[in-house]
């Protein structure tokens, strides 16, 4: 009977020490250093949710605009300063590819189709359009009439009115650029940007200052911003008065619209490849893909996935333009040296 009781009693002591050590165990949740740009934004609860499920403790790290995000990205590659990267577009994909600092990733989400491509090892989130806004008010005010054309722009009758991004620093301002270039090739696009310098553009370094600094809808001087076109969505949806309608329009000029898909990637060297796989999967899942719509104003790529209510205020345009994405690989830093050349200096 004694030894029986001493058996049971070791059995269950080791069973209790077991038990505290899988606890442990399970306590130590995996870290996983996330690295986004500055307009990365999906609520609270649902990524403590994420963390919960997966047992994953996110370290989401903001390193500005999304350009500025990858060359710190690049400039780290020897010590990654991230596990996974989200923010990085088609414009800035050629760039990242030939720096090699992205790895490759084989989950569902990689080969689940998309509204929206993006070349590998990077995965689609969403997509938008960047696109001229204009702010009514001041429009209404001053009686002038909107700009038709690009041309339109380079004309004494709007000089002085419109603000965009530089795109040495900022997604938003090459993305723009590369719709130029695009639609009017290099040199009548270079030569319609020197006409654009002369006739008083506003450099911005990032979409934010552009649009909550100079935009004249939130008390700059110019009426005329380099945005999204969801950004009207966006406006009424923050407005405090609730207005029937956005106080600002986007303006699908021909030429002047780029198709913008964000993705997300392991990056490579990273320390929770397994994690990361999993934070890539859940931004494609159904309750991420809804919420980005109303925290970064961006469209969900997965088809199944409803517009948000608030997105009839913000039609898709009929048309964009880029050039090939072979062109903007070989290319591109020399288009941005030059246009540096042409508009700032």
């Known amino acids: 009977m004694r030894y029986g009781f001493f058996h049971s009693l ?10 505290g050590f899988s606890a442990l165990v399970h306590a130590q949740s995996t870290e996983l250093r996330v690295l986004v740009h500055s307009s990365f934004a999906l609520p609270k609860p649902l990524l403590a949710q994420f963390e919960k499920e ?21 400039l780290t590659r020897a010590n990654p300063i ?8 088609n414009a800035l994909a050629p760039k990242a590819l030939a720096a090699n600092v992205l790895d490759n990733y084989t989950g569902p989400a990689a080969s689940r189709a998309s509204a ?11 997509y938008g359009y960047v696109m001229l806004n204009y702010d009514k008010a001041w429009f209404a005010k001053s009686g002038l009439a909107l700009p038709k054309t690009l041309e339109d722009l380079a004309q004494p009758a709007y000089a002085k009115l419109l603000v965009v991004q530089n795109p040495a620093t900022s997604s938003t301002g090459n993305a723009f650029l590369l719709a130029t ?46 945005s999204y076109g969801t950004s009207p969505a966006a406006e009424l949806f923050y407005a405090k008065d609730k207005p029937a309608e956005p ?53 969900p790529v997965e088809k199944s996935v409803n517009r948000a209510a608030v ?27 030059r246009w540096t050349r042409v508009v700032l200096k």
Do not use: C
């Open 10 to 19: 070791r059995t269950l002591m080791l069973w209790a020490l077991a038990l």
């Open 54 to 74: 997966h047992n994953i403790k996110l370290r989401i790290t903001k390193a500005g605009d999304a350009g500025e995000m990858l060359n710190k990205l690049i």
């Open 82 to 89: 991230a596990d996974v990267v989200f923010g990085i577009d």
């Open 116 to 126: 929206a491509p993006l070349p590998a090892p990077l995965v689609p989130v969403d």
């Open 181 to 226: 270039i695009g639609a009017l090739g290099e040199e009548k696009a270079m030569d319609w940007w020197a006409r654009l310098r002369a006739n008083g553009l506003k450099v911005a370094k990032g979409w934010t200052e552009a649009y909550y600094t100079d935009f004249s809808r939130n008390g700059g001087k110019y009426p005329l911003a380099v």
């Open 247 to 299: 106080p600002t329009a986007s303006l699908p000029l021909d030429g002047g619209v780029f198709r913008q898909v964000e993705g997300v990637a392991l990056v490579k060297g990273g320390k929770a490849p397994e994690a990361a796989g999993k934070f890539i999967e859940f931004l494609r899942s159904s309750a991420a893909q809804d919420q980005l719509q109303i925290e970064m104003w961006m469209f």
């Open 311 to 337: 997105m009839k205020f913000a039609p898709e345009p009929s048309a964009f333009t880029s050039p090939a994405d072979r062109e903007i690989a070989d290319k591109g830093p020399e288009w941005v040296n």
